[in-house]
């Protein structure tokens, strides 16, 4: 079956634009997670959905950075006025339900160049 | 804050050679996984490890939980160019938490 999807893989943007990064996560998956990967560090959680539940955004790491999640299934992250540190690779990740006894299942990520 | 320091950073070897890649934390966590993350892709699961002192075989690789619940280990034996690829660890602080705190990475190369 299908898997997580992201689009775009990458993006080339100006500093100071905006920019929305999408995620089609595996159908029937309620649970949706965003995470930061930048060069040479981990996974940085940024925001959590599940269900119809309000996020968990305690990661966004600042006002510039919002997500939704339409319908219970796509959701698009976005960055206004993008900087130069916020370049990164975005990775979205779904699971059957929230909690660590439910495997994540990552897209191939969206690779973020702010110049 | 909780950490998750793995070590080494980079490793390079032959084909069929032995490793281990290390994961410490001075917290416990209630659960530990391991992922392999190729370029261009996402991090892909291979191991679970819940009760401390546990250890899982996955064909050559073999996966250990610390008994404290405070480190892992990853021991692959006789490692092929397949097995190349970003390792991260990633723990669970508590049971039942969707907040995993993902270690730095070992990146390892084999070469043929």
């Known amino acids: 079956g299908a898997g997580v999807s992201q689009s775009p893989s990458n993006k080339v943007t100006e500093k100071g634009k905006d920019v929305e990064l999408r995620c089609d996560p595996i159908s029937g998956h309620t649970a949706l997670y965003w995470y930061r990967q930048s060069l040479g560090q981990g996974l940085e959680f940024l925001i959590y959905?599940?269900?119809?539940?309000?996020?968990?955004k305690s990661g966004l790491p600042s006002d510039r950075f919002s997500a939704e999640r339409t319908g219970g299934s796509v959701s698009t992250l976005t960055i206004q006025r993008t900087q130069q540190e916020d370049s990164a690779v975005y990775l979205c990740?779904?699971?059957?339900?929230?909690?660590?006894?439910?495997?994540?299942?990552f897209g191939p990520g969206t690779r973020l160049t702010v110049t | 804050t909780q950490l998750l320091e793995q070590s080494p950073q980079f490793l390079s070897i032959q084909e069929g050679e032995n490793l281990t890649v290390y994961c410490n934390s001075s917290s416990v966590f209630s659960s530990l996984q391991w992922y392999r993350q190729e370029p261009g892709e996402g991090p892909v699961l291979l191991v679970t490890v819940v009760t401390g002192g546990e250890v899982k075989k996955l064909k050559r690789l073999t996966f250990q939980f610390g008994d404290a619940r405070k480190d892992s280990s990853l021991h692959i034996t006789a490692a092929q160019p397949g097995d190349t690829g970003l390792y991260l660890c990633a723990g669970a602080p508590t049971s039942g938490t969707y907040k995993y705190i993902f270690g730095t990475g070992t990146r390892l190369k084999v070469l043929a």
């Open positions: 990740a779904s699971s059957l339900a929230g909690g660590n006894l439910y495997e994540q299942y």
């Open positions: 959905f599940q269900g119809n539940s309000a996020p968990d």
